[in-house]
């Protein structure tokens, strides 16, 4: 597997010089897929071409989208970026080979639910505050780049260059990643937390003050257990039996009303006449 299949994710950069260093040092480490989330700027200004140099061809490339889940789409398996104080952050170096696995599994590749192509992607957050909870849900694994602790925080060139440095230096050394078992896509997975979200508001099991934190959780319960194609769609099919289970409910219920209404009514006429 190359970096071909690797994504750059940016959420929401505001400096066009900044684009242009990230397309720069792509092509430098052999990676092509840029993805720009809502950006603040021009992502094909002079300032970003000039900074790029010879690598404008990422920026005219890049795919541009409104929001995180646009770009992931497709995807088996995210990282994002985030500082130090994330208590579930890894270093890069542990993450990097579950990012570029060695043997993906052909099943995954040949599912009719994919893009034929395993594809993997790394998250990075606005150059002023990184990434917010509600993107960082989206990450199976969270990264750290360890660094001086007077002054942690890297610009965000820096740290694509950094990322793309290691996966470039991860190939190049020949060192043997773990095989992939098969795996469902983003896409499928999401849907199947928005719709276990729905359904755990609708039964009153989460209320909407606990409800980011608590599917938080089942994300990284179920990221763990690295559901398969197969076992998400059944997940998703004990969603809709649940969904109609409930409507059937509600049905009876106003059913039973219903009739209730109606009998009271009839005892009211006999008692009349």
């Known amino acids: 597997m190359g970096l071909e299949s690797v994504r750059i994710v940016l959420v929401e950069p505001a400096g066009e010089r900044n684009l242009g260093s990230v397309a720069r040092v792509m092509k430098n480490m052999g990676l092509r897929q840029l993805v720009v989330v809502n950006p603040q700027c021009d992502v094909r200004s002079e300032d970003a071409r000039r900074m790029a140099v010879r690598a404008a061809e990422i920026l005219d490339e890049a795919l541009v989208v409104q929001d995180l889940a646009s770009a992931l789409d497709g995807c088996h398996r995210i990282a994002a970026t985030v500082g130090r104080e994330e208590t579930q952050a890894e270093s890069l170096r542990s993450v990097i080979p579950w990012l570029l696995p060695s043997n993906p599994d052909s099943s995954v590749l040949n599912s009719s639910i994919l893009n034929s192509q395993f594809q993997t992607a790394i998250i990075f957050g606005r150059e002023d505050h990184g990434l917010g909870r ?5 990450a199976q694994r969270l990264i750290t780049i360890p660094s001086n602790p007077d002054y942690p925080s890297l610009n965000l060139a820096q740290a694509v260059g950094i990322c793309c440095y290691e996966l470039h230096q991860h190939l190049l050394e020949g060192e043997v990643s773990p095989e992939v078992p098969i795996v469902a896509p983003f896409q499928l997975i999401n849907a199947f937390y928005l719709g276990l979200e729905e359904l755990l508001l609708t039964i009153g099991y989460l209320h909407d003050h606990t409800a980011e934190s ?52 009839i005892e009211s006429e006999s008692d009349t006449n």
């Open 134 to 138: 509600f993107e960082l849900k989206y």
């Open 214 to 265: 608590r599917m938080r959780r089942f994300r990284l319960l179920l990221d763990r257990a690295v559901p398969s194609v197969h076992e998400m769609t059944m997940l998703m099919g004990i969603l809709r039996q649940m969904r109609w289970a409930i409507q059937q409910n509600n049905s009876d219920h106003k059913g039973s009303e219903s009739v209730k209404g109606r009998s009271t009514e």
